[in-house]
C-alpha cells in the first residue's frame, strides 16, 4: 500500500545532542510536510517541500532544519535539541493543487533527556 | 492573525449524533478541513469543504458557512472507536502547497 512511513517511532536524544528524523513516501506526491504537535496542541508546520523548493514557517526556530534529497525522502534535523522541542514530529504528503488532501505518517516521538 | 476555536472536549452516547463545532478567523482562506486522530497516531482525513453547504460521508458529515466563519463535523450513530480528538485545519491561500492551520483539536468522549 502506498504510505508515508516515519523512522524511528520513538527517538530518545540527549540535550544538546543532534539528531534526525527520517520520512518517506511512496505516494509520488510534490510536497512533504513537517508538523511539530506538542501534547493536547495542534500540529504546528515547521516548513514544507514542494519538489525541491523549501518554504520555512517565520516562527520555525533555527535549531530545526531540513533536506530533501528526492522525491522519496525527507529529512527533520534538530542541531541543538532543548527540552522543549520534546514533541510528536509528523510528516505529511500531499499532491500540489487545489485540493491537496494531507496524507500523516504515523510520527515519531521525541524525547529530550 | 489568525484564530481556529474549538471546544475542548465532549462527551456522547454510543448510537447517539454528535456535533462539533469550529469557528475561524484566519487571513484568507481556501478549503476547510476535518481530521480524527486517536491517541499517539497520525491525523487522518475526514473531510473537506470549500463551497457553503454540507458534505455527506457516510457517517460522517461536514458542515461549511464561509460568510460566518463557521463549519461543523456531525458523526452520526457513535461508536466506540469514534473516541478520538478531530481537528479542523483552515487552508490558507491559493497556491499548490496546502498549507494548513489546525485548531487544538476537540476530544470526543463516546460512553457507553
Known amino acids: 500500500d502506498a504510505m508515508v512511513i516515519q523512522n524511528p517511532r520513538y527517538q530518545v536524544t540527549q540535550f544538546g545532542k543532534p539528531v534526525t528524523l527520517s520520512c518517506s513516501q511512496t505516494?509520488?506526491?510534490?510536497?512533504m510536510y513537517w508538523y511539530q504537535q506538542k501534547s493536547s496542541q495542534a500540529p504546528k508546520l515547521l516548513f514544507h517541500?514542494?519538489?525541491?523548493?523549501?518554504?520555512n514557517e517565520a516562527d520555525t526556530p533555527d535549531n530545526f532544519q531540513s533536506r530533501r534529497p528526492n522525491t522519496s525522502f525527507c529529512f527533520l534535523d534538530i542541531r541543538s535539541p532543548g527540552l522543549g522541542d520534546a514533541a510528536m514530529y509528523l510528516c505529511?504528503?500531499?499532491?500540489?493543487?487545489?485540493?491537496?488532501?494531507?496524507?500523516f505518517g504515523p510520527g515519531t516521538r521525541l524525547t529530550v533527556t | 492573525g489568525q484564530n481556529i476555536d474549538q471546544p475542548t472536549e465532549m462527551t456522547a452516547t454510543e448510537g447517539a449524533i454528535v456535533q462539533i463545532n469550529c469557528t475561524y478567523q484566519?487571513?484568507?482562506?481556501?478549503?476547510l478541513f476535518w481530521y480524527q486522530q486517536h491517541a499517539g497516531e497520525a491525523p487522518t482525513f475526514l473531510s473537506y469543504?470549500?463551497?457553503?453547504g454540507l458534505e455527506e460521508k457516510g457517517r460522517f458529515s461536514s458542515f461549511l458557512s464561509r460568510s460566518k466563519g463557521y463549519s461543523y463535523l456531525l458523526l452520526k450513530e457513535l461508536q466506540m472507536k469514534d473516541s478520538a480528538s478531530y481537528l479542523c485545519?483552515?487552508?490558507?491561500?491559493?497556491?499548490?502547497?496546502?498549507?494548513?492551520?489546525f485548531g487544538t483539536g476537540t476530544l470526543l468522549a463516546v460512553q457507553p
Open positions: 505529511a504528503t500531499s499532491t500540489g493543487g487545489s485540493f491537496g488532501e494531507q496524507y
Open positions: 505516494l509520488n506526491h510534490n510536497v
Open positions: 517541500y514542494y519538489d525541491k523548493d523549501f518554504n
Open positions: 484566519t487571513s484568507g482562506f481556501n478549503g
Open positions: 469543504n470549500v463551497l457553503d
Open positions: 485545519a483552515v487552508r490558507k491561500g491559493g497556491g499548490a502547497t496546502n498549507k494548513l492551520i
